[in-house]
């Protein structure tokens, strides 16, 4: 009789993302990693042609970040400050917060500790 291999089963949390372009609201939960991260970078593209001054990323539900999800927000920095725009990250886990202010790329986010109301477009 073969032994049959158990699948092993993943705990890890795919990234799930939800636009909201009359808002300019993009909330991210799960895991921003090298595999998924690119599809923020897609999400703040959307926004990009809104019309909103302020990008808002609601990071409350990120529970891991790696360097591509760095790069990501870094990105969506570099490519809102081209649009005359911020890219502000609201209620980010502590773990985030310390991540960014770790590397360095507190600065280029506009960090809120709550769910400000956005600016007017």
């Known amino acids: 009789m073969r032994a ?20 300019g609201r993009v909330t991210a939960a799960g895991e921003l990693d090298r595999l998924v991260a690119h599809r923020l970078g897609d999400a703040l593209h959307a926004l990009s042609v809104t019309g909103h001054r302020t990008w808002i990323v609601d ?15 870094a990105a969506g920095a570099a ?11 609201v209620d980010p886990s502590p ?3 310390r991540l960014l202010r770790l590397t360095g ?15 007017a477009a």
């Not at 699948?7 to 009359?22: A, G, H, K, N, T």
């Not at 490519?79 to 990250?89: I, M, P, S, V």
């Not at 790329?105 to 600016?119: E, I, N, Q, V």
């Open 59 to 73: 990071a409350a539900g990120i529970t891991f970040c790696d360097a591509a999800g760095l790069r990501a927000l």
């Open 4 to 23: 049959r291999a158990i699948p092993q089963r993943s705990f890890e949390r795919p990234l799930l993302l939800s636009i909201d372009l009359q808002t």
């Open 79 to 89: 490519l809102a400050e081209d649009r005359g725009c911020t890219l502000r990250l």
């Open 95 to 97: 773990f985030t917060v």
């Open 105 to 119: 790329m507190a600065g280029l986010l506009d960090l809120r500790a709550d769910r400000s109301p956005l600016d």
